[in-house]
């Protein structure tokens, strides 16, 4: 017998299983891809997947968008250029202007008139169009179906849709869903498990294929990363024994009522995430903890080095953790007597990050190490910003920086100060 003959039966076999393991392949192939629905866009439209992974398929060129958002997705659209498109609104917080006034144990009353969310300076309409949800309450429905919205953009961690294991939120979807209107879900930062920048840019680059601009939307994405990762270069290399504890203090009016002192930001929290990974500073707070009301006690216990104060309830300047008199027992809180406390700029319903965000690290950074900050003033800073951000003059710069009350920042006495 030939070898030829006597290696026929193994070739054979070899052939035969070839066949079969290319079938195996393709039938894993096909496996995995139908994990992923895939449908063909009808004509007209197109495909934008959200921050669910569902792949969405919205109109080529939508003319009517409803926005259910405290702020970040009216900003993506003022700088595409698609205001003009937006026809609702989910929170009072991008319509109304604010007042606060404050009082002090010796003098006047501190007041602050014209805050607002930078949204509702740059595009005024907003202040005017139907409300279709806002803090604490349901979502109108049937104001949502009478807009007639060629699609819907909702942001998951505004005030609107705030905590994560809300239940009523997958209803929402759901009733959102059934209406027949193609909904985009994006998601803040505080609903994944680490929040970390990438979740904002992920963000900001699915409002922009929404549109058809993400080129426009990763080139805005790129420049606030880069703003942020130039305060990261100052700071990377901190010895562990030299990092300041820094905490992020919301002076609520709501918490005193409850009995405490003001809420703070744990481990676990996009704002925990700019002091200790990129401000390379220490969470003064390190329990795991989102937006949690402490006593006075509790502040005094942890006694930080830099306190900033957010926007919680309202806006909270400085002054008023110095001279209020119903913060008298924190007095002898070291950042209090060192007079290192400091401001970030007002954002109405400031439940999760939105586009202004590095103005937020630089005040964190530069209050933490005023002196590897020294070069940069924090007004001029800011205008910059604002001007690079949304394409706008000096003039108006000032304004948004104005109805963020950031004018702090361009007050000597009241910069943070070089050791």
């Keep these: 017998m030939s070898i030829m003959n006597k290696l026929w039966p193994f070739a054979f076999i070899v052939i035969i299983g070839a066949i079969l393991c290319a079938g195996c392949t393709q039938q894993v192939a096909q496996s995995e891809k139908s994990t992923i629905k895939q449908e063909t866009p009808a004509a007209g439209y197109k495909t934008v997947v959200d921050s669910r992974g569902v792949a969405v398929q919205v109109p080529a060129s939508p003319q009517r968008v409803l926005a259910i958002s405290d702020g970040l997705v009216e900003g993506m659209m ?29 003098g006047p009353n501190l007041t602050y008139s014209n805050g607002m969310n930078t949204v509702r300076y740059l595009n005024p309409r907003l202040a005017n ?11 109108n429905y049937e104001s949502v179906a009478s807009l007639k919205p060629d699609v819907i953009i909702m942001r998951l961690g505004d005030c609107t849709l705030r905590y994560p294991n809300d239940e009523t939120i997958p209803k929402s979807i759901e009733t959102l869903s059934s209406l027949g209107i193609p909904l985009v879900v994006v998601k803040s930062p505080h609903f994944y498990d680490s929040p970390n920048m990438s979740g904002l840019s992920d963000e900001i680059k699915i409002i922009g294929s929404v549109f058809g601009k993400e080129k426009q939307a990763g080139i805005t994405a790129q420049f606030l990363e880069e703003q942020v990762n130039l305060i990261k270069n100052r700071t990377q290399d901190i010895p562990e024994g030299d990092k300041p504890k820094v905490l992020i203090l919301g002076l609520s009016p709501t918490a005193r009522q409850a009995g405490g002192a003001g809420v703070v930001y744990g481990t676990d929290t996009i704002e925990s995430y700019f002091i200790e990974d990129i401000a390379n500073a220490k969470n003064a707070y390190q329990e795991d903890a989102y937006f949690k009301t402490i006593s006075a006690e509790q502040i005094l216990a942890l006694n930080p080095d830099v306190i900033i104060l957010s926007t919680a309830y309202g806006y909270h300047p400085a002054e008023e953790l110095y001279n ?5 027992n924190l007095r002898e809180l070291k950042a209090i007597k060192e007079r290192r406390v400091y401001s970030m700029p007002y954002t109405p319903c400031n439940c999760d990050r939105r586009l202004e965000y590095p103005l937020d690290v630089m005040v964190i950074a530069s209050a933490a190490y005023p002196d590897r900050f020294s070069d940069i003033d924090l007004g001029q800073w800011s205008l910059e910003f604002y001007k690079s951000l949304y394409g706008v003059d000096d003039t108006k710069a000032k304004v948004l920086r104005g109805v963020q009350w950031f004018d702090w920042t361009e007050n000597d006495s009241l910069k943070v100060p070089v050791k």
Excluded: M, N, R, W
């Excluded at 700088?79 to 010796?106: A, H």
């Design 78 to 106: 003022a700088i595409l250029d698609e205001s003009d498109k937006q026809v609702g609104v989910g929170s009072t917080c991008v319509q109304l202007s604010y007042k606060f006034s404050y009082p002090q144990t010796d």
């Design 324 to 328: 209020a008199p119903y913060y008298q």
């Design 129 to 139: 169009l139907t409300l279709v949800g806002q803090s604490g309450q349901a979502i």
